[in-house]
């Protein structure tokens, strides 16, 4: 039971850690310098995480 519940907690942790797919879209935005774009992107990535 408990090694059950060890690696569902790793599991988790883990996919807590790694990108999602809107950090592609994320640093597109931001690298031709589209300042207020990559504002709302990142707030947007910001906000999805939170929730």
């Known amino acids: 039971m408990s090694t059950t519940l060890l690696s569902i907690a790793l ?3 883990l996919v ?11 640093s ?3 690298a031709p310098g589209q300042r207020q774009s990559a504002f709302f992107a990142g707030l947007g990535v910001t906000t999805l995480a939170a929730t």
């Not at 850690?17 to 879209?25: A, D, E, I, N, Q």
């Open 11 to 13: 599991l988790h942790g």
């Open 16 to 26: 807590q850690v790694t990108p999602g797919t809107c950090v592609l879209p994320a």
């Open 28 to 30: 597109q935005r931001s």
